[in-house]
């Protein structure tokens, strides 16, 4: 398989997660049916410490946490629930990484335009803001470091806080976990360095019991930026 193949396998299974999640189900539910949905789809393992989806509900969202510390809570999903999943699917060591944060209101999931909790709406609409802003900012001459400053900047600017506990916004896409480069501070390499890169701010305001969190794939064609 091509990255592009793996990375759509994290995409349907986000897409058939929207159709299938509902309130009353617990969060192991969950990342037992995104794990096994990636296996259906194609991937044959998990690069992130084979663990194949990350899953948060409520206020768990704000947690950020490494592989080797997670473990996927009971948390029963409520009628009115914020849920973040991360999935990691692999096939023959080609990395797909894709995350979303899901709304559910009035027991049904619902798109990211007809949220009613305004909370909730301004944080996705953030992400949207912060996924627009890396592809006009980063050219293949922009370093890691670069768009590490920028990106924080325009968080803190509009009234956010970087959750993430390394404080880094992605990684580089390789295929041994150790050897990631990450969009964080001191790191000089720029992007054109690497074939494929992730964006994947985790973002709440501050004293909020929610966080968001929208992570794409981006590579270079023809010296422009794009989604994978």
């Not at 044959?44 to 950020?64: C, H, K, L, P």
């Not at 914020?82 to 009035?106: C, F, H, K, M």
């Not at 880094?168 to 001191?186: A, F, M, Q």
């Not at 000089?188 to 794939?217: L, Q």
Request: hydrophobic residues 35%.
């Amino acid at each position: 398989m091509k990255y592009k193949q793996v990375q759509q396998i994290a995409k349907d299974t986000i897409k058939f997660l929207k159709q299938s999640i509902h309130p009353g189900m617990n969060l192991i539910e969950v990342r037992e049916m995104c794990e096994q949905k990636m296996l259906e789809l194609g991937a044959d393992s998990f690069w992130y410490w084979d663990i194949g989806a990350f899953v948060f509900a409520g206020d768990e969202t704000i947690v950020s946490v490494s592989g080797k510390q997670y473990t996927t809570s009971d948390r029963i999903i409520g009628e009115n629930d914020i849920i973040t999943v991360d999935l990691s699917p692999q096939n023959n060591n080609i990395w797909g990484d894709y995350a979303r944060t899901i709304i559910i209101e009035n027991g049904i999931v619902v798109d990211s335009k007809d949220v009613k909790n305004t909370e909730w709406r301004n944080g996705l609409i953030m992400e949207d803001i912060l996924h627009k802003e890396l592809l006009n900012f980063v050219k293949p001459q922009t370093t890691f470091e670069e768009l590490y400053f920028h990106i924080n900047e325009i968080i803190t600017k509009y009234g956010f806080i970087n959750l993430d506990f390394m404080g880094n916004l992605g990684h580089s896409i390789v295929k041994n976990k150790d050897d990631r480069v990450y969009t964080e501070k001191g790191n000089k390499r720029k992007f054109s360095d690497v074939a494929y890169f992730t964006f994947e701010p985790h973002i709440s305001v501050p004293g909020s019991k929610y966080g968001y969190k929208k992570e794409n794939i981006y590579y270079f064609e023809n010296r422009k930026l794009k989604e994978l």
